[in-house]
């Protein structure tokens, strides 16, 4: 039997909404992600399993081992990277080419917001990242960051639901590419 990563969802006022409509909806308060690890590394299943499935959300979606190293993606964080990262190997914390602060201020990867709620076991919850392709494009990207956990309640990994962030504009994204 394949672990399950994602519980079924039932919002407080009792009606049962599709994970995908939820998560594509910005309605992200009920979710919990469950998962176990099999010969030491995290399979994703129920939609993180589904690749089709997490391709159809309109949202950016990516999941993470405990150590970091991505293994699933879908389509709108590809776009929103500027680029196809190289899953199951070196790529850790995120696929984005560069990451940095609303500031501006190039941000670690292992300091994003993936790592903190892997070392933690937290959230973080609509927190701005600023996305750097390649090419130097930016975007602001609104991220809600979940743990995975297993059956006896341990961290064994990460997801994080980002969106880009039109709403506002911050110093980082009028920037010059160059810099840092």
């Given amino acids: 039997m394949r672990p399950n990563v994602i519980e079924r969802i039932i919002p407080s006022d009792g009606n049962e909404m599709s994970i995908s409509k939820q998560i594509a909806a910005g309605e992200l308060d009920n979710l919990t992600f469950h998962g176990k690890l099999e010969d030491g590394h995290l399979v994703p299943d129920g939609l993180l399993g589904d690749q089709a499935a997490m391709d159809d959300i309109e949202v950016g979606i990516y999941v993470l081992e405990k150590d970091g190293t991505l293994i699933a993606c879908n389509k709108t964080a590809i776009g929103a990277w500027g680029r196809s990262p190289e899953l199951g190997t070196s790529e850790k914390y995120c696929g984005a080419f560069r990451l940095r602060y609303p500031s501006g201020e190039v941000m670690p990867h292992e300091a994003a917001p993936p790592s903190v709620v892997i070392n933690n076991g937290g959230t973080v919850r609509d927190a701005d990242v600023i996305c750097e392709q390649p090419d130097g ?20 990994g990460a997801v994080n639901i980002f969106r880009h962030n039109t709403t506002k504009t911050v110093p980082g994204l009028l920037a010059s590419a160059d810099a840092g």
């Fill in 137 to 156: 494009f930016r975007l602001l990207a609104l991220v809600n960051v979940f743990p995975i956990r297993d059956e006896s309640d341990e961290v064994v």
